[in-house]
C-alpha cells in the first residue's frame, strides 16, 4: 500500500513550499492547475495477478483465435508494414472493409476490378475510403498518421512489383491466390503471412520456407473455409474469421476459391 504525509495545516499530497523562495509552492511544469485530491489507488502484488487487461495490437479484428478471444491484426504502423494472405478474395475483402471501417483509406490494385466493385458502390462509390486502380496505376496515397493507408495488392499469381510500397502509415497486403513462383520472395520481404487451404505439396514447401512444424504442415490442407493460420515473426495463430451480417449480405459466407 502506499502511505501519504501530511503536512502540518495542509492536505494529504500537498506539495511543500519551495526550499529557495519561502511561502511559494513549486510549478506542477505541464500538469495545469491542481485539481480535486483523492485517495491514491493501490493494490497489494497478490491482487495484480486478478488484473486482466487486453495487451496487443490496435487495429482490425480479423476473426478469434483457438481461444475464442478477438484477433486483431495492426495494420496502421508508424513503420513499413507487408502482409502476405495465400488465399480466397473473400478475406481480403473483408479486411479491406473493417480496414476502412477503422478510418483508414484503402487503395485496391487489381486486375478484376469487377469482383471489386459491388463493394466501391457500398461505400460511396469510392468516396468513403476505398478506391480500385488497376494494375501499375496506384497514385502515390499521401499516407500519414491522421490518414493511414491499406494497398491490396489484388494481382493474380505473378503480381508485378508496385509502384506504391509500403512505408510509413501505409501497409501493403498482397492476396495471392496459390503458392506461387514469386511467393518465397514475397514471404521473406513480409511481416506476417495468412495461409488458408493449400495442396500438400504447396504446404510441405511452406513449411520449409516458414519452419513450420509437421503439425501445421499437415492441418493446411485441410483448414475448413474462414479459417487462417497467421505466421509472424515470433509466433503462429489460427484464426477464424466470423462475418458480420452486413458482410455475408455483401460478400457472402466465408470461402476459399472465387
Known amino acids: 500500500m502506499t502511505a501519504t504525509t501530511t503536512r502540518a495545516g495542509g492536505a494529504p499530497g500537498e506539495p511543500e513550499p519551495s526550499a529557495g523562495r519561502p511561502g511559494r509552492r513549486s510549478p506542477r511544469s505541464g500538469f495545469g492547475l491542481i485539481g480535486p485530491r483523492h485517495g491514491r489507488h493501490s493494490v497489494t502484488v497478490e491482487q495484480l495477478e486478478t488484473?486482466?487487461?487486453?495487451?496487443?495490437?490496435?487495429?482490425?479484428?480479423?476473426?478469434?483465435?483457438a481461444d475464442g478471444r478477438p484477433a486483431v491484426l495492426g495494420i496502421n504502423r508508424p513503420t513499413p508494414y507487408d502482409v502476405v494472405l495465400i488465399g480466397g478474395l473473400w478475406t481480403a475483402q473483408v479486411l479491406a472493409l473493417?480496414?476502412?471501417?477503422t478510418g483508414a483509406r484503402v487503395a485496391?490494385?487489381?486486375?478484376?476490378?469487377?469482383?471489386?466493385?459491388?463493394?466501391?458502390?457500398?461505400?460511396?462509390?469510392?468516396?468513403?475510403?476505398?478506391?480500385?486502380?488497376?494494375?501499375g496505376r496506384v497514385p502515390p496515397q499521401g499516407a500519414s498518421a491522421g490518414t493511414p493507408v491499406l494497398v491490396v495488392r489484388d494481382c493474380g499469381m505473378r503480381p508485378p512489383r508496385g509502384r506504391v510500397a509500403s512505408g510509413p502509415w501505409?501497409?501493403?497486403?498482397?492476396?495471392?491466390?496459390?503458392?506461387s513462383p514469386v511467393a518465397p520472395r514475397l514471404i521473406r520481404q513480409a511481416r506476417l503471412v495468412g495461409v488458408q487451404q493449400i495442396s500438400p505439396d504447396e504446404a510441405a514447401e511452406l513449411g520449409r520456407a516458414l519452419a513450420l512444424p509437421r503439425g501445421?504442415?499437415?492441418?493446411?490442407?485441410?483448414?475448413?473455409?474462414?479459417?487462417?493460420?497467421?505466421?509472424?515473426?515470433?509466433?503462429?495463430?489460427?484464426?477464424?474469421?466470423?462475418?458480420?451480417?452486413?458482410?455475408?449480405?455483401l460478400l457472402g459466407t466465408p470461402r476459399r476459391m472465387d
Open 170 to 179: 501505409q501497409s501493403v497486403l498482397t492476396l495471392l491466390p496459390y503458392l
Open 98 to 101: 473493417r480496414a476502412a471501417a
Open 51 to 65: 488484473l486482466a487487461l487486453p495487451i496487443g495490437d490496435d487495429g482490425v479484428v480479423i476473426g478469434v483465435g
Open 216 to 249: 501445421d504442415v499437415e492441418a493446411l490442407p485441410t483448414l475448413a473455409e474462414g479459417f487462417t493460420l497467421w505466421c509472424g515473426d515470433r509466433d503462429r495463430q489460427y484464426v477464424m474469421t466470423q462475418p458480420t451480417d452486413a458482410e455475408i449480405g
Open 108 to 135: 485496391v490494385e487489381t486486375g478484376r476490378p469487377q469482383a471489386w466493385v459491388q463493394m466501391v458502390h457500398a461505400m460511396g462509390g469510392g468516396q468513403n475510403g476505398l478506391a480500385v486502380y488497376e494494375v
